[in-house]
């Protein structure tokens, strides 16, 4: 690997880092598409590489945001314990049935969810809340925290992006998890489950360990700013960033 290529997989480490750990989704979602994209890397290589990624991420996180006690214990462990016999299966599903729908698959997740995201966090949206009241639902059993945490296994280990990106809206829409708690509680999940799926990576040799080097330091020092910079912005505007990024990296792989 070359110095350039080096220096730029440490931005880019930096960027998802530090935007994975405010919203948090692990970065995942945004350094796996750069491998894809910029460096037109295997999508199983991809996949593994971007996981181990993604464990740097949300213990780099987790360090920061236990300090802030904006973590809800009870629910990251239910969901990351859950989630750890998919993650094994994740894994098996990306060696048996990784193929050019990867890139489809991927896209197409990402741009429902942005567009769902952005829907439900724009400024007209704010506008008719305040013209109606909206009746108020309960949250669903903490059972159900059981599958979600195994559905969350299976797609980080898969798509290698950690599942974050969809954790972090069904805990606010669904559960109704204030966004920061939300976000921190996530990235526990994360560290829990991504662990095991990049032990299984490992054993079936999917990991770029140069990719890992220079990325890794680069979310190292992103998801330390991200812990900062997430006491400052508002949760609306948490999830309109995400919105918008997760349309725009969907989009962009259509045409990949």
């Not at 991809?46 to 740097?56: E, N, Q």
Request: hydrophobic share 55%.
């Amino acid at each position: 690997m070359d110095i350039m290529t080096g220096l730029l997989l440490l931005i880019i480490g930096i960027i998802a880092g530090g935007y994975g750990t405010i919203v948090g989704a692990g970065g995942g979602f945004i350094f796996v598409p750069a491998l894809l994209i910029l460096l037109d890397m295997d999508p199983v290589i991809a996949a593994g590489s971007g996981l181990v990624i993604v464990l740097i991420n949300s213990f780099t996180g987790v360090l920061g945001y236990a300090k802030q006690k904006k973590i809800n214990y009870k629910i990251a462990l239910t969901i990351g314990i859950s989630a750890l016999p998919g993650a094994l299966l994740g894994v098996w599903l990306l060696q048996a049935y990784s193929s050019q729908y990867f890139y489809v698959i991927f896209a197409t997740i990402l741009v429902g969810l942005g567009i769902f995201l952005f829907s439900k966090n724009s400024p007209w949206e704010g506008k008719l809340l305040s013209k109606k009241k909206q009746p108020e639902r309960n949250a669903p059993k903490d059972a159900w925290f059981i599958p979600l945490g195994l559905v969350m296994g299976i797609l980080s280990s898969y798509l290698g992006i950690g599942g974050g990106w969809l954790l972090v809206p069904i805990l606010i829409y669904v559960f109704h998890v204030p966004t920061h708690r939300a976000a921190a509680t996530s990235i526990l999940s994360l560290c829990l489950y991504s662990l095991i799926g990049v032990l299984s990576q490992l054993y079936y040799s999917n990991i770029d360990w140069m990719t890992v080097v220079f990325g890794g330091t680069g979310v190292i020092l992103g998801a330390n700013i991200g812990v900062f910079l997430s006491q400052r912005i508002p949760g609306k505007v948490i999830l309109q960033m995400l919105s918008v990024v997760l349309v725009i990296i969907g989009v962009r792989m259509y045409f990949q």
